[in-house]
């Protein structure tokens, strides 16, 4: 029941090329730093990554777009990664863009086997009725286009079906966890984690801080060990080392 490996090196080594990833974290806040970056050292390419964002420019999942080693993103967010839209625009990375909500609820749905469900997002729009560009050529037409979507009623209101997702792998970062992998999340970086790690069919897990079986009371768990395989716990200086997106008070 130990869970604790002893490197982000060794935690990632069996991620092939061609994998698909969850990957916690929203903006840089919360983001599995020290596993992306193992990843990256490790070498995998053409990976298929499920994440709210990509990263940024030179940091996060950022660093491994910016060596063409993404194939393929289901996201929420592009905005702050420059590279993530010129590879996009060019037609070397493939896109799927998903309302905020429903790609949360995607990964929840899949990590509690359930293979699909309604929801209102999204009805009316692209998002249900197809054509949003998955993939452009070099001259920027559209290669590939999001199919339809089945609706369906309820109470009058009409709902869109999408699917749940699991994934081969999910990286995410915790705050603290005992050695059975039960993880407990400080603040904002309780946004995409715990999700992503129930979508993982193998979930690596960074800690700040191991704690031995029983320390943590049942009642301050965010996500049961049960969905964790891997943890890595980080040194003092990988733990302390956050880095702020966008800095919006004064100095």
């Known amino acids: 029941m130990n869970k604790v490996w002893a ?3 060794e935690a990632v080594a069996d991620i092939p090329d061609g994998a698909s990833l969850a990957v916690g974290g929203f ?24 994440s709210n964002n990509c990263g940024v420019d030179g940091r996060g999942l950022g660093v491994l777009l910016a060596d063409g080693r993404i194939a393929r993103v289901t996201g929420s967010y592009v905005g702050e ?82 699917h749940g997702i699991t994934t081969d792998f999910a990286l995410v970062r915790a705050w603290r966890g005992d050695r059975h992998g039960n993880l407990v999340f400080r603040k904002s970086s309780a946004n995409f984690n715990p999700l992503a790690a129930m979508a993982g069919r193998i979930t690596v897990a960074e800690v700040e801080e191991v704690v031995e079986p029983g320390e943590l009371s049942p009642d301050e768990i965010h996500l049961p060990g049960i969905f964790v395989q891997r943890l890595v716990v980080l040194t003092p200086a990988q733990a302390a080392d956050k880095q702020i997106e966008k800095r919006t008070v004064r100095a």
């Open 81 to 162: 990664n420059k590279e993530f839209a010129r590879q996009y625009l060019s037609g070397e990375l493939e896109v799927e863009l998903v309302p905020q909500g429903t790609l949360a609820e995607r990964l929840r749905a899949g990590g509690a086997g359930i293979p699909a469900f309604y929801t209102p997002a999204g009805v009316g729009t692209q998002v249900a009725r197809g054509g949003l560009p998955w993939r452009h050529t070099a001259d920027g037409a559209v290669a590939l286009a999001s199919p339809p979507k089945e609706t369906r009623d309820f109470d009058d209101r009409t709902y869109v079906l999408e």
């Open 27 to 50: 903006g840089l806040s919360g983001i599995p730093d020290v596993l992306i970056q193992a990843l990256h050292a490790q070498g995998a390419t053409g990976l298929e990554v499920v």
């Open 7 to 9: 490197s982000a090196d």
